[in-house]
């Protein structure tokens, strides 16, 4: 809006149609009686098909207006990728995934032409593991750069139902996964701060930790947990990984076992995704750290069982963190469990070649569901409108709780020494 009304008064006219989103977010939350749905099936019930989906797309393209007088204002060329601030990137961590138009489409027909696998897609059943075929189509980044057309790809599914006996549906099918893309787009349009805890009405104000120094180690994969860590050496070195990964990742460092606030975890996806996207990343953000759209924060991933449920060999643990390719399989998840001799012929030593945990996955995932209790029991009491003086009397009384509980510990530990030595 900003940017329309600054234009029209330097007399610059502006044309902005909406065909990044399946549906016009404006048309939906009018529909809502101004407000946008906050739950998948109302968006859904208020979106219905979409109305260009009854004709063909055009899909031959006109040739681009001439650029015009632009006044005393230059083109620029398109910006090296020096100049948009990555520095240092060495080729070996470059993404597999070419960029393009032309990619996108090939991309696209590789995914369609398997019409069973269209048919039965229903997420959230992939492999989050699988990293030599990836288990959903990677259209992402090409979506987020407008490459490919969502209504396009849209067209492109229904085609293909209409030629197969049966197929899945919302939300899990991938008609449904482009729905939650437009519902995402929708709820960030109309959700002032919808990129903030504070003054976001839709998020659970909770005093998350500023533990910086969990933070860089999830954000440098040296957690201790290799799947944890996998996952993140995925995401520097691909800026892709598949859903469940990125679930695994987020509920650790939020909800899950370090407490830290999912603003910091958004950075950090918003820097390193090849397919970042504010209202998609944002969401699930939202959604993941159970600050909105999703509040069973006692169903918690394991960064030990979850993992090995899909691949229990470790492939692709062994794949991103190649120091612990000759770990066995019996303690490829849990490395630290590993006998020194076993270390020792895997010629990974923990906690000198790669680190121990930096928590202890059951008592921190314990401590984060009862600090979870205790801020939504808080939010539910004052109806979400809890102070700053609130959130930083609760944030007080967690680390009084921390520090007392650290106390413990150390006395435990000076007697235990004292009874061995006397
Ligand atoms: C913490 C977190 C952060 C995320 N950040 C982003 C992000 O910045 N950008 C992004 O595009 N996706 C994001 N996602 C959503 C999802 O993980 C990716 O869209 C998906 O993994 C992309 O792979 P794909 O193209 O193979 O997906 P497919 O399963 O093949 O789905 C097709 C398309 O549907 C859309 N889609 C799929 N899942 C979702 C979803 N949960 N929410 C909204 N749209 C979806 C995407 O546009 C995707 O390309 C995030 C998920 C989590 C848990």
């Known amino acids: 809006m900003k940017v329309k009304d600054y234009a029209s008064t330097a007399g610059i006219e502006v044309f902005s149609p909406v065909s990044h989103t399946l549906f016009n977010p404006a048309d939906i939350i009018q529909k809502n ?70 990619e996108a489409l090939k991309k696209l027909r590789e995914s369609i032409s398997d019409k069973e696998w269209v048919a039965n897609f229903e997420k959230p059943k992939g492999d989050p593991s699988a990293y030599l075929k990836p288990a959903t189509t990677v259209l992402s980044p090409y979506l987020k750069f407008g490459c490919l057309s969502s209504r396009y790809f849209y ?29 995402f787009y929708t709820v960030a349009f109309g959700t002032p701060n919808f990129d903030r805890m504070k003054g976001n009405r839709i998020c659970k ?27 993140m050496v995925q995401l520097r070195k691909w800026g892709w990984m598949h859903h469940l990964a990125r679930h695994c990742v987020a509920c650790f460092l ?23 996207d504010w209202a998609i990343n944002n969401g699930n953000w939202l959604w993941l750290s ?15 069982s979850f993992g090995k449920k899909y691949d229990p060999n470790g492939n692709y643990i062994r794949h991103f963190l190649p120091v612990l390719k000759d770990m066995p399989k019996e303690y490829i998840y849990e490395p630290w469990t590993a006998p020194l001799t076993i270390q020792t012929r895997a010629k990974c030593i923990i ?55 650290s106390g413990r510990r150390q006395k435990q530990k000076t007697l235990t020494g004292w009874l061995k030595d006397h």
């Open 254 to 276: 939020t909800r899950g076992d370090m407490f830290v606030h999912w603003e910091k975890g958004r950075d950090v996806f918003d820097r390193l995704l090849i397919d970042s």
């Open 155 to 183: 067209q492109c599914l229904t085609d293909v139902y209409q030629n197969v006996k049966k197929h899945t549906s919302p939300p899990v099918s991938l008609v449904g996964q482009l729905l939650w893309r437009d519902f």
């Open 205 to 231: 104000q909770i005093p998350w930790s500023n533990d910086d120094e969990l933070l860089a180690a999830w954000r440098e994969a040296r957690t201790g947990y290799p799947w944890i860590d996998a996952i």
């Open 33 to 102: 009686g101004g407000k946008p749905p906050l739950t998948y099936q109302s968006f859904l019930k208020l979106a219905g098909q979409p109305l260009w989906a009854s004709s063909p797309l055009p899909v031959s393209l006109s040739s681009l207006p001439p650029v015009g007088d632009v006044g005393y204002f230059e083109i620029s060329e398109v910006p090296t990728v020096e100049e948009l601030g990555y520095k240092g990137y060495g080729q070996e961590e470059l993404s597999p995934f070419r960029g393009g138009e032309s």
């Open 290 to 304: 159970c600050s909105s759209f999703f509040y069973q924060y006692n169903r918690i991933y394991s960064p030990v």
């Open 351 to 405: 906690g000198r070649d790669y680190p121990a945990p930096v928590v202890s996955h059951d008592s921190a995932s314990k401590e984060c569901k009862r600090k979870l209790g205790e801020a939504y029991a808080l939010n539910q009491k004052l109806n979400g409108q809890v102070s700053e003086d609130g959130l930083k009397n609760l944030r007080r009384k967690f680390e009084g709780e921390e520090n007392q509980e």
